[in-house]
């Protein structure tokens, strides 16, 4: 580690704490030249193993693009997609390992993107689930619909259960 003030490679590290996300690891340190204190921030690195064995860096901007050519027509916006690419990359993340197939990247993909848009949750999926039929699809969308009933029907009991306990007393 360098330090930001003189260069000298040189540091000491005073203090290693795991920082609020949970994901990453703040180190405070002294340079042994200088003296000065400085604090940098450790990320663990994410590796994609490709389906060809090869490994790189996992890119939120290269997975995001894959997702933007399944929206294209759709009323994202690429705000949309960015926040997308970070619920992504913070699942991952936060999964505690840091290698992962491609495969698996696309799939955790899936699940905010069906809360984001369900045409191009189903285009996305056709390609990252191999869809091979037209029964491949019914079969999605009956899940897509499935889900949507669970989660109306939770909003339902919170909001019977916040209007019992909001109600006035007379």
């Given at each position: 580690m360098h330090c930001p003030f003189c260069r000298n490679n040189d540091t000491k590290v005073l203090d290693s704490r795991?920082?609020?996300d949970g994901c990453s690891i703040?180190?405070?340190?002294?340079?042994?030249a200088c003296e000065q204190r400085f604090t940098t921030l450790e990320l663990m690195q994410?590796?994609?193993?490709?389906?060809?064995?090869?490994?790189?860096?996992?890119?939120?901007?290269?997975a995001i693009a894959g997702v933007r050519k399944a929206c294209k027509g759709r009323p994202l916006?690429?705000?949309?997609?960015?926040?997308?690419?970070?619920?992504?990359?913070?699942s991952?993340?936060?999964?505690?390992?840091?290698?992962?197939?491609?495969?698996e990247v696309g799939m955790a993909i899936l699940e905010?993107?069906?809360?984001?848009?369900?045409?191009?949750?189903?285009?996305?999926?056709?390609v990252y689930k191999q869809f091979e039929t037209a029964e491949d699809f019914e079969i999605e969308i009956a899940s897509l619909r499935e889900h949507r009933a669970a989660q109306l029907a939770e909003i339902l009991d919170q909001s019977r259960s916040e209007g019992l306990t909001s109600a006035p007393s007379g």
């Open positions: 795991v920082a609020e703040r180190r405070r340190r002294c340079c042994q994410l590796t994609v193993v490709k389906r060809s064995g090869a490994t790189e860096a996992f890119d939120r901007d290269k916006t690429e705000d949309d997609l960015a926040r997308l690419g970070h619920v992504v990359e913070d991952l993340r936060g999964s505690g390992q840091a290698e992962f197939a491609s495969h905010p993107l069906r809360e984001l848009d369900e045409v191009a949750y189903l285009r996305f999926a056709a």
